[in-house]
């Protein structure tokens, strides 16, 4: 709007995205033919729905790349964008007739795609898959303990059947989505009730969140906990406190029930209190000093997510102090694990998945999504899906 002031916030991000418009503009054409996860040696995106160093068409990320277009899209008008985005959409739809390959993810690779694709376009092959993965995800709904299964089979005789993790929050918003397209309200229930179910089982007194949650699978019952990507059982990974913060937010954006307000609060509260003074995240908040291995792709969920969390609430002192920490954590990225260059297609440095595995500190394609939607959010432009 003419004569607007710009914030802090609008003005910090504005020379970033002219960084993100520029790489983006040359990453994405050479990059056009594939769904990315990670980099080669020479910082080359690798395609990871051919199952180069990365789980195949299936694989739980391969939603962010078309997302990331989407993004650009939205905000260039570019037409390259709409056809990488769609290409990238119509090759991941083929993973419906593997079905074995999906999980509780299919909000993570639907919902970025072809949910957005057709609140953008009207396409309506879109609205189909994104219908066809919101039922897919409804159908791992186990009323026993009302909680949505994670896993498939994760590994060679391990029992998942009453596997949740806290990833799935961020899931949700692909169920919330359909109950309005439907006009349904079975797919905002089940979302509900899961979310209840991780608000009870999944947080910690702290403020620290547990990454997997066993139930039996017959009763419902709570068995126990198990550590997944993090440092050890009990502490507190990262990136699981990001999807947390971030999917609570969302939960209380559809339905304004006030214990998703408070699970996020609380959560973001705990990551603002437990922050390096660096800045700079880490793998597991509670890991020990060495090895220090950090997670960029954590922080930039987090940004995004704290953001969101800022952005449902009053103004007032309480919105600015979850803008400011959001806003912290982004600009840490931003000055010192960025590239901005041509010698790496990803713009997001030193991720980690998890902190027991042998490689660490490497790009992750969804580090750059959550970066890029966390930019275009302090700017004023909210792009984002959810």
């Known amino acids: 709007m003419e004569g607007k002031t710009m914030t802090v916030y609008e003005q910090w991000a504005a020379p970033i995205l002219g960084?993100?418009?520029?790489?983006?503009?040359?990453?994405?054409?050479?990059?056009?033919?594939?769904?990315?996860?990670?980099?080669?040696?020479?910082?080359?995106?690798?395609?990871?729905?051919?199952?180069?160093?990365?789980?195949?068409?299936?694989?739980?990320?391969?939603?962010f790349w078309?997302?990331?277009?989407?993004?650009?899209?939205?905000?260039?008008?570019?037409?390259?964008?709409?056809?990488?985005?769609?290409?990238?959409?119509?090759?991941?739809?083929?993973?419906?007739?593997?079905?074995?390959?999906?999980?509780?993810?299919?909000?993570?690779?639907?919902?970025?795609?072809?949910?957005?694709?057709?609140?953008?376009?009207?396409?309506?092959?879109?609205?189909?898959?994104?219908?066809?993965?919101?039922?897919?995800?409804?159908?791992?709904?186990?009323?026993?303990?009302?909680?949505?299964?994670?896993?498939?089979?994760?590994?060679?005789?391990?029992?998942?059947?009453?596997?949740?993790?806290?990833?799935?929050?961020?899931?949700?918003?692909?169920?919330?989505?359909?109950?309005?397209?439907?006009?349904?309200?079975?797919?905002?229930?089940?979302?509900?009730?899961?979310?209840?179910?991780?608000?009870?089982?999944?947080?910690?007194?702290?403020?620290?969140?547990?990454?997997?949650?066993?139930?039996?699978?017959?009763t419902g019952a709570y068995i126990r906990s198990h550590s997944g990507q993090g440092y050890a059982h009990g502490s507190a990974w990262s990136r699981g406190q990001a999807w947390a913060v971030y999917g609570f937010a969302l939960s209380y954006r559809y339905t304004k029930k006030q214990a998703y307000l408070d699970a996020s609060k609380k959560v973001a509260d705990y990551v603002l209190t437990h922050l390096p003074e660096s800045g700079l995240v880490p793998c597991d908040f509670m890991q020990p000093a060495e090895p220090e291995w950090e997670d960029s792709c954590g922080a930039a969920i987090l940004a995004s997510g704290i953001w969101e969390l800022a952005e449902v609430l009053p103004d007032g002192g309480e919105k600015e102090r979850y803008r400011q920490g959001a806003w912290r954590i982004a600009d840490t990225l931003y000055r010192q694990r960025t590239d901005w260059t041509h010698n790496c297609d990803a713009i997001v440095q030193n991720c980690t998945a998890a902190y027991h595995d042998e490689k660490h500190h490497f790009p992750m394609n969804y580090a750059d999504y959550y970066f890029i939607e966390a930019v275009y959010k302090m700017a004023g432009k909210n792009y984002a899906p959810w």
């Open 19 to 63: 960084q993100i418009r520029e790489k983006m503009a040359w990453s994405s054409e050479k990059n056009k033919d594939k769904i990315p996860y990670t980099t080669d040696a020479q910082g080359s995106y690798i395609d990871c729905a051919a199952g180069n160093d990365c789980g195949g068409l299936g694989w739980w990320t391969n939603g």
């Open 66 to 218: 078309g997302g990331t277009m989407w993004l650009l899209y939205q905000d260039t008008g570019g037409e390259s964008y709409r056809r990488i985005a769609q290409a990238s959409e119509d090759r991941l739809s083929r993973c419906f007739d593997f079905f074995y390959d999906l999980s509780h993810d299919v909000g993570f690779q639907f919902q970025p795609t072809a949910v957005t694709d057709y609140r953008l376009t009207g396409r309506e092959e879109s609205r189909k898959r994104g219908l066809h993965a919101a039922s897919l995800l409804a159908g791992r709904f186990n009323p026993a303990g009302n909680f949505i299964r994670a896993w498939n089979n994760a590994w060679p005789g391990a029992d998942v059947r009453g596997w949740a993790i806290i990833d799935c929050m961020c899931n949700l918003p692909l169920l919330y989505w359909a109950s309005q397209e439907t006009n349904d309200p079975r797919f905002r229930h089940i979302a509900m009730l899961h979310a209840d179910t991780a608000a009870r089982c999944f947080l910690r007194a702290d403020g620290s969140v547990r990454h997997i949650v066993e139930f039996d699978p017959e």
